[in-house]
Each structure stands twice: as C-alpha cells, then as structure tokens.
C-alpha cells in the first residue's frame, strides 16, 4: 500500500470517528437528566383498607342524615339513615322480613341449580351428534335472544303466583348461559384426544365420562357466579310481577305506599343476600376449580 492510500484509509477513518463522536453526543440538553424510575406503589395492608372503607360510609350516611334534618335533600324522596335504621328495626321484628329472606332465596337457590344443571347437561349432551347440535343450536339462539324478562308475565300465568313460577324464571335466566357456555368447551375439544381414546379401545360412553366432561367442567364451573346473579335477578323480577312474598314484593308494596325508607331496608336485605350467595358461590367455585387440577 502507498503512502497516499494509507493517508486517505486514515482520514476515512478519522471522519468516521467525528460521526460516531457527534451521534453519540446529545442533541439537547434533555437527553443529559438521568431516567427517572416508575414509581413504585405500595398496597395497603388490610385494616388500612377496611378503616378507608369503613370512613367513607360513615362519612356518606353522616351526610345525608344531615342533609336531611337540614333540608338539603328532600327526605320524602330519599328517605333519611335514621328512618331507614327505625323501618329496619320494625320490619325485622314485626314484619314479614324472615318470610320473606326465606322466600327470595330458595326461588333463586332453586332456579340456579335446575338451569345450572339442566343447561350445562343439553351443552354437554351436543357432543353426542352433530346433527342434534345443528338442528337444537338455532332454538337455543333464539331463546337467548328474547329477553327472558318479558316472559315472566306469561310463566306466572302458567305457574301461579306461588314459589314455583319464580323459580321458572330463575331457571330460564340460568339454562340458555349454561347451555352455550358448556356447548362452547364441547367445540374446543381437542379432536386428536378423541382418536387417542379410541384408539386405546373406549366407548362413546367412556369417552364422554373420562374425556369431554372433565375437559368441559372448567367452563361449566365458570358461569356459576354469572349465573348466581341471573337466578337472583329473575327471582326479583318474578315477585314485581305477582306473589305473596319475597324481598321484590316488598320493594314494590314499599314504593306503591311510598314508604322510601322500607324501599332501602328491602334493598339493604337484598344486597346483604346477594353478596352471601355471591360469597358462597365463589367458594365453591374454588373448590371445584381446586379438585378438578388435583
């Protein structure tokens, strides 16, 4: 190599280092400040959390009772705690509150467990024949499809005004979620398993038992606490429409009479059972979740 060709390799070489230098370098002097990290948020121990809450609904209830004595809030409309603490103590000892606790719960109890079941049996029973699941699928849509609700009249017309009709309603609430949520773990089913377990010599029915009901079971497990609120609603809605009992018959006899402060006594009762049930069923949610990994 010439001298000239290592002069001109050098100076190639030192503008290369100048470009690298000045991309290197910042543009601004924004690009010096150090990065700053993320904040780092800290949970809340648990007490701290319940005394929060805990302050907030006594700081809510202080101000209506004051707004109420103050007139700020028309406690003809709204009602006010003190009332509604007064109401709830009348209607726990005098009234019809247990009768109707009793009521509203077994009517969802009930319907949760026949559409549950009976829902997740017709899903389940799709697996049998395709032909079956085309010819039912479209009735099963279409059921979905109405609002259940605006039956109601018609199934207290067929069932009476007694416990069976709420339970009807419960239940046709419950089965069309349970029916298309178990259909939809029938459809995921790994095909390649199903040759497996033939292969090895099963039955249809083994197959059914050893295969597709604990491939499917997570997804029935799933719509239970759906379906635990859909029980509840359409058991509420029921007792609007025509009964003798129940936590609903109280919420519409209360309104009709405009006696606001039962009205939240019959609300406070129903978001009480609610959230038990609700409880209860998340338990035993896990539970099953539990025994079906084990």
């Known amino acids: 190599m010439t001298i000239q060709d290592t002069s001109t390799v050098g100076t190639i070489a030192g503008l290369d280092a100048a470009r690298s230098t000045d991309i290197a370098q910042p543009k601004s002097g924004l690009a010096k400040r150090p990065l700053r990290r993320l904040p780092v948020q800290k949970d809340w121990p648990t007490w701290a959390l319940v005394i929060a809450q805990i302050v907030i609904l006594v700081g809510g209830l202080s101000f209506w ?4 004595r103050a007139g700020w809030i028309d406690a003809f409309f709204w009602s006010q705690p003190s009332a509604i603490a007064k109401t709830m103590g009348i209607f726990f000892t005098t009234g ?3 009768t109707d606790i009793s009521f509203t719960f077994r009517s ?17 029973s799709f697996w049998w024949s395709r032909n079956y699941a085309a010819i039912v699928q479209p009735y099963i849509i279409c059921l979905e499809s109405i609002p259940k609700l605006a039956l109601a009249p018609l199934i207290i017309l067929v ?8 339970v009807a309603v419960a ?24 040759k497996l377990f033939y292969s090895l010599g099963a039955t249809r029915m083994q197959v059914f038992r050893k295969l597709v009901v604990p491939f499917c079971l997570p997804w029935v497990i799933s719509v239970l606490r759906v379906n635990i609120g859909l029980a509840l609603t359409g058991a509420i809605v029921g007792e609007f429409i025509a009964s003798q009992h129940g936590l609903g018959r109280a919420i519409l006899y209360a309104g009709q009479t405009y006696d606001i402060a039962l009205v939240w006594v019959a609300v406070l009762v129903l978001s009480t059972l609610a959230v038990v049930m609700y409880a209860a069923v998340s338990w035993l949610e896990s539970a099953l979740r539990k025994g079906v990994k084990q």
């Open 108 to 124: 969802t109890i009930f319907g949760f467990v026949i559409g549950t079941t009976a829902g997740s049996l017709l899903g389940l």
């Open 65 to 68: 009772e004051i707004g109420a």
């Open 171 to 194: 239940t046709a609430l419950t089965l069309v979620v349970s029916t298309l949520t178990a259909y939809a773990g029938v459809k995921a089913l790994d095909p390649d398993g199903e």
């Open 159 to 166: 069932f009476g005004i007694g416990l069976v009709s709420k």
């Open 96 to 98: 019809d509150a247990w």
